[in-house]
């Protein structure tokens, strides 16, 4: 298989087969070399074709509680009191600016993914 660049999803297609076929190739050969190649173009092709948009603020503070990375007694420290951290995850309140802060800084997540605009109770928040 020629290495150019993926189009459609036939191109798409061809590449992951060839992938399935050098997969494990040896780091530093010929077909190392071209198994980087062609997955660096399939992750370009698929994040173009079909991207993935990361979650509003809330959805990944639920996320996070449901995955049992962190617990709700957790979030209500980070938040203030409960019933606060309450109103925030139903989405009666919006996080504040202090509150990303918080959260960003305590549970080491981009404070880039907590600011981006989310519904809350009906309308947008910014």
Request: proline share 6%; charged share 30%; hydrophobic share 40%.
């Amino acid at each position: 298989m020629d290495i150019r660049p993926i189009r459609s999803d036939q191109d798409h297609a061809a590449a992951l087969a060839e992938i399935e076929r050098l997969w494990g190739a040896v780091p530093g050969s010929d077909d190392g070399d071209k198994l980087d190649v062609l997955a660096t173009l399939v992750n370009a092709y698929e994040e173009q074709r079909w991207p993935v948009e990361a979650p509003d603020p809330i959805s990944l503070l639920n996320q996070f509680l449901l995955s049992g990375e962190r617990t709700r007694e957790d979030f209500n420290g980070l938040i203030g009191t409960p019933d606060l951290a309450d109103d925030v995850l139903a989405r009666r309140r919006p996080l504040t600016v202090e509150m990303i802060h918080r959260i960003a800084n305590g549970w080491s997540i981009s404070a880039d993914l907590l600011v981006r605009p989310y519904r809350l109770d009906g309308f947008e928040a910014a």
